[in-house]
């Protein structure tokens, strides 16, 4: 079992930045490779972005490439989602999650949720105009 907490949510203006955190307990961290996903109100979970269990390879959706980061510190068992000039479409409930351990996840995959077999709480995210 892995336990995930994310923080870092909250209020932030129109072109505002923040950062998520997602804290993992449990078993090793490191052997899984993480995503983050979020769910808009009255909208579907969608993929944001995702990361290797080594931090090498990273991914993202599309729409969102160049204003999210995502990257990991193994050392400290601690995801992130670094959010820079957020638009309202940004609000959301965003969630990390965790898969993988001891199997490869094709690239493409790893932007299915279903993939996925651990996954926090989730923490708030509102953009204001």
């Known amino acids: 079992q892995v336990q995930l907490v994310e923080s870092g949510g909250g209020l932030v203006q129109a072109g505002g930045s923040l950062r998520l955190s997602c804290a993992a307990s449990?078993?090793?961290?490191?052997?899984?490779?993480m995503g983050w996903f979020r769910q808009g109100p009255g909208k579907e979970r969608e993929f944001v972005a995702a990361?290797?269990?080594?931090?090498?390879?990273?991914y993202y959706a599309d729409s969102l490439k160049g204003r999210f980061t995502i990257s990991r510190d193994n050392t400290k068992n601690t995801g992130f989602l670094k959010m820079n000039s957020l638009k309202p479409e940004d609000t959301a409930v965003y969630y990390c999650a965790a898969t993988g351990s001891g199997r490869w996840i094709p690239n493409e995959r790893l932007r299915i949720r279903n993939v996925y077999d651990y996954w926090g709480q989730g923490t708030q995210v509102t953009v204001s105009s």
């Open positions: 449990g078993r090793t961290f490191s052997r899984y490779d």
């Open positions: 990361i290797r269990w080594s931090g090498g390879s990273t």
